[in-house]
């Protein structure tokens, strides 16, 4: 960043009159271009190996995969966590662009500008280079715990999300339990483990003989179209390989639908939603 003393002035000028621009808890939702969430991922997966070699958890003999967050006894995975939650994604661009002003109130300018993300998501490629620049200067400030930092906002924010995965989780087991009375050897995965990370599975279990599998997603609500369901609201939302969708709305109904690999995935002007045909089995409570 190359600037005259008059350029430098005025930008600093510029930033000490502007307001940090903060993005809510669900503004990057629909973060899922590969060019922006996985970048993150790798990065963040760079910097947690630095900063924490000795939580590192061997999966097997050839991959290490988890991180357990310092210091907490419930094994959370705080690089699943990262890599998946839009909100902490939020709140690290929110801390750069505080940064941001109040160096520049301080006289001193670390950018010319603040990290702007529009909400079509158009210029989010371009601004995650610029995002990924304050990464590399600032993941010891991010991602070292230190009092009052935003290492522990994000932990904070992780384990609300978790506490609600687990309840979440937990009523969709009770559901499942109900549908299917002869299911057996159930199992929670999900919140880090080897097979939430590779293959979506919330939840296993056996029935007549066979293994089945569940991804669960919370999602804002999901309406019936002529030929599809059409889930609205959902957060990283992808595709997955397991033998059942299940869906907690906002308002806590919960669905399963079938898997055979045609459910697809839509973008309606940066709003995408899981396409679900008709045809596949769906059991609900509102049944």
Known sequence: MKLSVKQYTAAVDKLKAEDPIEYSESYFRSWNHETVRKPFVFKTWDYLKFLYPTYLQKVDDKRLRLFDVPGDPNHYSMLNYLASNHTAFS???????????????????????QLQFDKDGKNWVKEMAVFLTFYQRYFDEVLRPKP???????????????????????????????????????????????????????????????????????????????????????????????????????????????????????????????????RLKRYDTKI
Do not use: W
Request: positive net charge; contains cysteine.
């Open 91 to 113: 709140i690290i661009v929110n801390y750069f662009n505080n940064k941001i002003i109040e160096s520049a109130k301080k006289g001193k300018l670390i950018s010319s500008r």
């Open 148 to 278: 009052n930092g935003v290492f522990e906002h994000l932990i904070k924010v992780l384990e609300i999300t978790n506490k609600r995965g687990y309840l979440s989780e937990a009523e969709m087991l009770k559901f499942l339990k109900n549908v299917f009375p002869l299911a057996k050897n159930f199992k929670t995965g999900g919140h880090g483990q080897t097979s939430d990370i590779e293959g979506g599975v919330d939840i296993q279990f056996d029935l007549r003989g066979e293994t089945k599998t569940l991804q669960q997603k919370r999602c804002s609500y999901i309406y019936k179209g002529k030929r599809n369901y059409y889930v609205n609201g959902v957060g990283g939302i992808k595709l997955y390989k397991t033998s059942f969708y299940g869906f907690q709305t906002a308002d806590n109904k919960l669905y399963i639908f079938d898997n055979d690999n045609s459910i697809m995935i839509k973008d309606y002007n940066g709003n995408k939603k899981y396409i679900i045909p008709h």
